[in-house]
């Protein structure tokens, strides 16, 4: 069984993109002409100060923990489907005998993960808890998405490796990258969304 694309609808995406490059396009000219009527607390992205804004602040803008957190779930993604895992949501599915034995594993696994995370948050002066002893906020709190995403993978390779369908370290390689490459569009929206809200504050804060 295959994830249903249309959450990677290229089509639905590329329209998305153009939206977003046009409203960046009518927020540029609509900050140029507050900003030549003499519109107070307006700031002009085609100003020296805008462009400087813009072209040397670009990075900055785009990398963040957001990008970070999107690339591993990608990666999750694509372990889950290639694993072969998907398949267990599909009711009309027939397992073999050597899926329900990595589904064991897998479990094992999933079971014995969880219980490492609990270690380290729940117990008394837990390594992953505030200097107060809090779990939120708390270098758990900050790295929920990575540890729910190493989990996802965690599993879905175990998986894949014990019922056959990831053979050997390229196998996973390919599995970990499929969701990257399946959703490489995502980047692009990701990047112009970013960069209009950013443009958004810089105008009008």
Do not use: C
């Not at 002066?125 to 190493?150: C, D, E, K, N």
């Not at 990831?166 to 996973?172: F, N, S, Y």
């Amino acid at each position: 069984m295959k994830i249903d694309s249309s959450i990677f609808n290229k089509r639905f995406m590329a329209f998305t993109a153009l939206v977003l490059l046009l409203a960046e396009l009518v927020l540029i000219l609509l900050s140029w002409i507050l900003f030549a009527i003499g519109e107070e607390e307006v700031r002009s992205l085609l100003s020296s100060e805008g462009i400087r804004w813009f072209v040397g602040g670009f990075t900055t803008m785009v990398s963040s923990p957001l990008l970070v957190w999107l690339i591993i779930l990608l990666m999750a993604f694509g372990a889950f489907q290639k694993s072969g895992l998907i398949s267990l949501t599909d009711a009309s599915y027939q397992m073999t005998y050597r899926d329900k034995t990595a589904l064991r594993v897998a479990i094992v696994f999933l079971l014995a993960y969880i219980v490492v995370i609990l270690l380290l948050t729940v117990i008394p002066h837990a390594i992953l808890l505030s200097a107060t002893g809090a779990l939120f906020p708390s270098p758990f709190s900050r790295s929920i998405v990575p540890l729910t995403a190493f989990g996802i993978a965690l599993v879905s390779i175990i998986y894949g490796i014990m019922s056959g369908r990831l053979r050997d370290i390229k196998d996973i390689l390919d599995a970990l990258s499929f969701g990257i490459s399946k959703g490489a569009p995502v980047f692009v929206l990701y990047i112009l969304i970013i960069q209009f809200v950013r443009s958004m504050l810089f105008v009008f804060s």
